[in-house]
């Protein structure tokens, strides 16, 4: 948000001293241009101050990334492993911002409605805890649905979110392998991990709106999704912060749709599209 607010006001400035020079500097220098005979002090008072070649000079392309940035594509860097094995640290990826609707920077007032999240996706969004922060996480449960995840099987609306078993992953960090499962939600598959060393039982969770939505036990957590509220895991269920601990995504805070990894420094084989 910081950084949003930053380019707005950086555009926001630029683009008043470009139009400064076109309504008024730019007139007054052909007026003064004009009271000479010679070719080149006329060339001189035509040109602008280095003060104001740098400022209203730089509106046209920052006005064009602004414009890619908050309503067609924006970057993003994964911080963390909650993602594993679809995202990994250091990935570069890319977020569609149209296919949730577009929004007003800074604002955040939708101006126009698209289409809404669907089961399966990896969303990006602010946290709902601290919304300077963003997180990635993938759409288990839209407005409705009643999700449990007991005893580390998930299911919705009461049909179980079939899993089949693949070969344990090596994860890098833990320098350990775990256990690796391809799930289908809603036909999108997509590959996530489970260590079987680590307790079922959701503890350490924290106060949020629509608590009372959600029943705790022994077994993990129950939720029934609420209107304009969304459910969220990560892909490395035993090692991700998501809405089995803090609740859920008001729809007010989803950025968009992450599709792309464009760039992984350490790690090139990454490039390319992801489930």
């Known amino acids: 948000m910081n950084f949003t607010l930053i380019f707005s006001i950086l555009v926001l400035v630029t683009g008043s001293v470009w139009c400064a020079d076109k309504l008024f500097f730019l007139p007054r220098r052909r007026r003064l241009a004009a009271g000479h005979a010679d070719a080149q002090t006329q060339k001189e008072a035509l040109r602008r101050p280095v003060w104001l070649e740098y400022s ?3 509106f046209p392309v920052l006005l064009a990334v602004f414009i890619v940035r908050s309503f067609i594509v924006e970057p993003f860097k994964i911080p963390s492993s909650s993602m594993l094995p679809t995202l990994d640290i250091g990935d570069l990826i890319l977020v569609n911002k149209f296919d949730y609707g577009l929004r007003l920077p800074v604002l955040n007032i939708k101006l126009v409605q698209n289409r809404n999240p669907r089961r399966g996706e990896v969303a990006v969004f602010r946290y709902p805890k601290d919304e300077s922060i963003d997180y990635v996480k993938r759409i288990i449960g839209v407005p409705g649905d009643a999700v449990a995840y007991l005893n580390k099987q998930l299911t919705i609306n009461g ?10 992953y090596f994860d890098e960090e833990r320098m350990a392998y775990t256990r690796q499962y391809r799930e289908t939600v809603d036909a999108r598959s997509h590959v996530l991990l489970k260590n079987p060393a680590a307790p079922g039982v959701i503890i350490n969770t924290y106060d949020f709106p629509f608590k009372d939505h959600c029943a705790y036990t022994l077994e993990g957590v ?8 969304y459910f969220v895991m990560g892909d490395n269920r035993d090692n991700s912060s998501d809405s089995r601990y803090w609740g859920f995504v008001p729809d007010r805070n989803l950025i968009g749709r992450a599709f792309f990894i464009w760039m992984n420094f350490s790690k090139l084989k990454r490039i390319g599209q992801f489930d």
């Open 222 to 229: 129950i939720c029934t999704v609420p209107p304009g509220q």
């Open 159 to 168: 049909q179980p979110v079939p899993e089949i078993a693949l070969p344990d």
């Open 56 to 58: 209203a000079g730089f």
